[in-house]
T-cell receptor, first 114, second 109 residues
Framework: DAGVTQSPTHLIKTRGQQVTLRCSPK?????VSWYQQALGQGPQFIFQ???????QRGNFPDRFSGHQFPNYSSELNVNALLLGDSALYLC?????????????FGEGSWLTVV | GQQVMQIPQYQHVQEGEDFTTYCNSS?????IQWYKQRPGGHPVFLIQ?????EVKKQKRLTFQFGEAKKNSSLHITATQTTDVGTYFC?????????FGAGTILRVKS
């Protein structure tokens, strides 16, 4: 049983460019969340998708957008990249079941903006 | 507000010594989760505490949830080099997890 898979694992982009990161949730999971983890910090919630809709959003600008597909996989898009967007981007999946959900993280996509 | 504070930020111990990290909130928590992140890795779920005063053990790891459900701790007995990493607590807030800043553990062999 594959866990949460993300691609690409590492990428380098130039300031102003756009990037798309991809995530396949753990088998049986219908909810995908994206987190940004800057160096030396804890993960920060970007947004969550459920039933192909954005369910909740964290404190991130509109440059950050996402999508969930019918097969529950998800994409994170970041436009007009800034140097400060350099971080580890984590995808997490779970099954919605009230509180106390066990969340599984993927290995992340390391984004460097130069 | 929704933040959780973790202390210490960093701890360097001799192999075999004990280690404790603390997680504090100004508001009552519905539950608290703990994660471990190895250097260069991703957060891995360790445990979830839900009940007031709850204590759970996983081998050398002991997790506690305060009586007022505003604080939690993770204690590692007799640390080993495999315990190296950053330990995060996280609270559920709506549909998201709010993470503390983490405690970095380094173990000298």
């Amino acid at each position: 049983d594959a866990g949460v898979t993300q691609s690409p694992t590492h990428l380098i982009k130039t300031r102003g460019q756009q990037v798309t990161l991809r995530c396949s949730p753990k088998s049986g999971h219908d909810t995908v969340s994206w987190y940004q983890q800057a160096l030396g910090q804890g993960p920060q919630f970007i947004f969550q998708y459920y039933e192909e809709e954005e369910r909740q959003r964290g404190n991130f600008p509109d440059r950050f957008s996402g999508h969930q597909f019918p097969n529950y996989s998800s994409e994170l898009n970041v436009n007009a990249l800034l140097l400060g967007d350099s971080a580890l981007y984590l995808c997490a999946s779970n099954v919605i079941q009230g509180t106390g959900n066990t969340i599984y993280f993927g290995e992340g996509s390391w984004l460097t903006v130069v | 507000g929704q933040q959780v504070m973790q202390i210490p930020q960093y701890q360097h111990v001799q192999e075999g010594e004990d280690f404790t990290t603390y997680c504090n909130s100004s508001t009552t928590l519905s539950n608290i989760q703990w994660y471990k992140q190895r250097p260069g890795g991703h957060p891995v779920f360790l445990i979830q505490l839900v009940k007031s005063g709850e204590v759970k053990k996983q081998k050398r790891l002991t997790f506690q949830f305060g009586e007022a459900k505003k604080n939690s701790s993770l204690h590692i007995t007799a640390t080993q080099t495999t315990d190296v990493g950053t330990y995060f607590c996280a609270r559920e807030y709506g549909n998201k997890l709010v993470f503390g800043a983490g405690t970095i553990l380094r173990v000298k062999s």
